[in-house]
């Protein structure tokens, strides 16, 4: 029972903060900060620069972290599938079986990565490069646990990864690993 407890409030967690989530990255993106702004403050919208358009409508979640990938995050847990109701788009939980942390991929189709700058969430975001694509790290001043990162993949559309730690992980450390799991689902979405 002692167990099922911190289990149960870490999915209770992650159920409210998988609608504020994340984007995709590859080990091998080095991500390249432009700016940083408050989600409160305003942003002026530049055209994208991305090296292709890729829509994620229709594409699981679930499908973007290979084996390989999963293990290279120990994500050793099998990925569950389920629905973003801020975004009112697919996710999938990829956790770990020592509950160090949890990664939540989103295939957001209701809206792009300027949802972490126009003030829908209040969130530090800071602007950087996913292989190549423009993405926004989004820092939560008031939750220390997680990090959500967006990648801009289409116009209206991200690559949404947002982690959160189960263990006391510093979000510092959150931040690094999102940036390195939207690198990898940047890979795999453009592999696709």
């Known amino acids: 029972m002692r167990r099922a407890v911190p289990l149960l409030a870490a999915l209770v967690l992650l159920a409210g903060c998988s609608e504020t989530t994340g984007g995709s990255a590859t080990g091998s993106a080095g991500p390249a900060t432009a700016s940083t702004t408050s989600a409160s403050g305003s942003a002026t919208k530049s055209p994208v620069d991305r090296p292709k358009t890729i829509d994620v409508e229709g594409v699981d979640p679930c499908s973007l972290l290979t084996d390989a990938q999963r ?29 160090r942390n949890s990664v939540r991929v989103t295939t957001v189709t209701t809206t ?17 490069q996913v292989g190549g694509f423009p993405a926004v790290l989004g820092r939560a001043s008031d939750d220390q ?48």
Do not use: H
């Open 145 to 192: 646990e997680t990090c959500f990162l967006g990648v801009d993949v289409s116009d209206g559309q991200m690559a949404d990864v947002q982690i959160t730690s189960l263990e006391g992980v510093p979000q510092d450390e959150l931040c690094r690993i999102a940036t390195q799991v939207a690198g990898a689902v940047v890979d795999t979405l453009v592999n696709k």
């Open 112 to 128: 792009g990565v300027e949802w972490y700058t126009d003030g829908s969430f209040d969130v530090e975001a800071q602007q950087l």
């Open 71 to 99: 293990a290279q995050f120990g994500l050793d847990r099998p990925p569950a599938p389920g629905t973003s109701t801020v975004y009112r788009s697919p996710t999938c939980d990829f956790n770990r079986e020592d509950r």
